[in-house]
Structures are given as structure tokens and as C-alpha cells.
């Protein structure tokens, strides 16, 4: 069973399911309302959790009611939050998500207690914790995410840019792989005439140890990892929410890596969980099953 640390945002998600997302300025009636567990890291660790690996998150929530369910929704699924951090100087994150008919959404986040997090904890509980696998993303300060990929050593080190901003100061030298989708890779490759998203990948590949990985959504993938190029399609998938599909991807993507399968494996393994998320309302009541994941995985694509 694979080892993975999770450092990262845990969230209250406040939903609501509308015809169509607001324009600025713009009140759109008759939306449904829903409360989700979810934050990327804490998507994360439930994604790779439920697909098999034994999983500890690393972050930081209120001492408020919010704070209080979201750990327990974290243990219920098998992630071991004893390096989770309860503060009094802020309350626990909060994310505000309108979600169309399409399963589109659009996210409005109050970082919280997320911003609270100690990098001095951080790399105390990774060495705790190893030999272990990390994952992180944009929804903590970057430099607790440096401080944890430091502590990381050796170890894989995957790290997903999202949000993507002017502001990020993470050093790509110490990430193994790099996930983004493909506008946040354009982002990133700010400059490049070239927005082939395998152009991309095998240029945002270069600034990190291993290499980088562009999510398409419903065209597929592509990444550049130890050299290789992989093309993949999509899974066929009727899209209801696609609030936590690449979490989804993440999670699973780094578990079956972490667990030592192949770097093909281990993006297909991804791939199915993206999709099933994707057809599922919420963010971690999306998180798929292990068993659920391999049937997908194992299927023909077109």
C-alpha cells in the first residue's frame, strides 16, 4: 500500500446548482442549494484514499462547527488528520461554488484557516511520516508547500499549480511531476507562441524533476514524464459537477504511482477517477472507489 502525505486546503463548499453561471452584475434565480466537504487537498487525500493508499493530510481548519465536521467527514473516509492544525485566528476555509447545467462551475474561496498553516509543522510531520509520497497544491501558502517538497527527500513530490496566479514562488526544481490544466499550463508558459498542450507539457517538463502533466477534460491528456510523451483520450462520461474532477485526478493519479505502477497505469488510474468525479454532484462525496476506478480504467478507449 502506496504512503502519501497531503498538504493542503480543507474546505466548507457552499453549492449552488443554477441554469447558468451569474455574469458580473447578473442574478440568476432558482438555484438549489448543497454543503460539500471539499478544499483541493482535502479532495485529494479522500481521492487517494478511497483508491487504496494509506493517507495522512497535512493542513489546518477553525475550532469552529465547519472545522469540527470536515475532520470527521476526513477520518470517516480513512485519512488520518492527526497533523491537521486547529486554530482560533481565523475560520475554517470556505468555498462559494455556482454550478450550471452543463456541470460548469465557477469558485469564490476565503482561505481561512488554510493561511495558517506552519511550514515548521509541515516538515516535522513529513519526516514523521516517512518514507511517504507528497501531494500539493495552490490553496496553502507556497512557501508551505517548498517547506514540505524540502522535506521530501527522497520521495515523489507531485504537485498540482492551481490555482495558477503572477504571485507563485514555488521552486518547480523540487517537484517531481507537475499537474495543470491546459489553461493553467498556457499560464504558466506565459511568453510561448506555442500552446500545443504537448508543447507545453514537454516545456513545463523541463523546470521540474520528472515532468508535467496537462489535463484536457473531456479531450483526454497529455504529459512528457522521464522522457516519454503520452497522449490519452477521455473516458465517455455524462458530466453533472466537474468541481473536484481533478482532484479526483491527483489523488488517484499519485497512488498508483506511489504503489509503483506505471506511469501510464497511473494516468489512466487518473483519468477514470476525473471522470467518475465528474459525474457525481459535489467534491468529495465524488471521490470514486478503488474497485469502481479499476473497471473504468480497464475499458477499451475510443
Known amino acids: 500500500m502506496s504512503r502519501i502525505a497531503v498538504v493542503g486546503s480543507i474546505n466548507q463548499d457552499i453549492v449552488i446548482r443554477v441554469p447558468r453561471i451569474p455574469r458580473p452584475g447578473e442574478t440568476v434565480h432558482h438555484g438549489r442549494l448543497a454543503r460539500y466537504a471539499g478544499g483541493k ?13 494509506s493517507v495522512s493530510m497535512l493542513g489546518s481548519v477553525g475550532t469552529d462547527a465547519d472545522g469540527d465536521d470536515l475532520l470527521r467527514g476526513l477520518a470517516a473516509n480513512g485519512v488520518d488528520t492527526t497533523h491537521v492544525a486547529r486554530v ?29 498553516i506552519n511550514p515548521e509543522d509541515v516538515q516535522s510531520a513529513i519526516a514523521a511520516l ?27 513530490r507531485v504537485l498540482n ?20 490544466n491546459e489553461i493553467e499550463a498556457a499560464q504558466l508558459a506565459e511568453g510561448s507562441n506555442d500552446n500545443d498542450p504537448v508543447a507545453l ?19 483526454g491528456l497529455v504529459a512528457h514524464v522521464d522522457g516519454q510523451t503520452h497522449v490519452q483520450p477521455a473516458f465517455p462520461t455524462t458530466v453533472v459537477d466537474t468541481t473536484g474532477a481533478g482532484d479526483a485526478f491527483c489523488g488517484v493519479f499519485t497512488a498508483a504511482l506511489a504503489s509503483g505502477r506505471p506511469v501510464e497505469t497511473a494516468l489512466r488510474w487518473g483519468q477514470a477517477a476525473g471522470a467518475l468525479a465528474a459525474a457525481t454532484p459535489g467534491a468529495q462525496p465524488s471521490m470514486p472507489l478503488a474497485d469502481d476506478i479499476r473497471r473504468l480504467a480497464e475499458t477499451e478507449l475510443a
Do not use: M, Y
Open 41 to 53: 487537498g482535502a479532495n485529494q487525500a479522500v481521492a487517494a484514499a478511497r483508491a487504496g493508499a
Open 88 to 116: 482560533d485566528s481565523a475560520a475554517t476555509g470556505t468555498a462559494l461554488i455556482a454550478v450550471d447545467d452543463a456541470g460548469a462551475n465557477s469558485i469564490a474561496v476565503a482561505e481561512g484557516a488554510n493561511f495558517q
Open 161 to 180: 499549480i492551481s490555482p495558477v496566479d503572477a504571485g507563485v514562488v514555488i521552486d518547480l526544481g523540487l517537484v517531481d511531476i507537475a499537474v495543470v
Open 130 to 156: 516517512q518514507p511517504v509520497a507528497v501531494v500539493g497544491q495552490r490553496e496553502v501558502p507556497d512557501d508551505v508547500i517548498n517547506a514540505a517538497f524540502q522535506a521530501t527527500t527522497p520521495g515523489l
Open 201 to 219: 507539457a514537454r516545456s513545463l517538463a523541463t523546470r521540474t524533476q520528472r515532468g508535467c502533466v496537462v489535463t484536457l477534460g473531456g479531450d
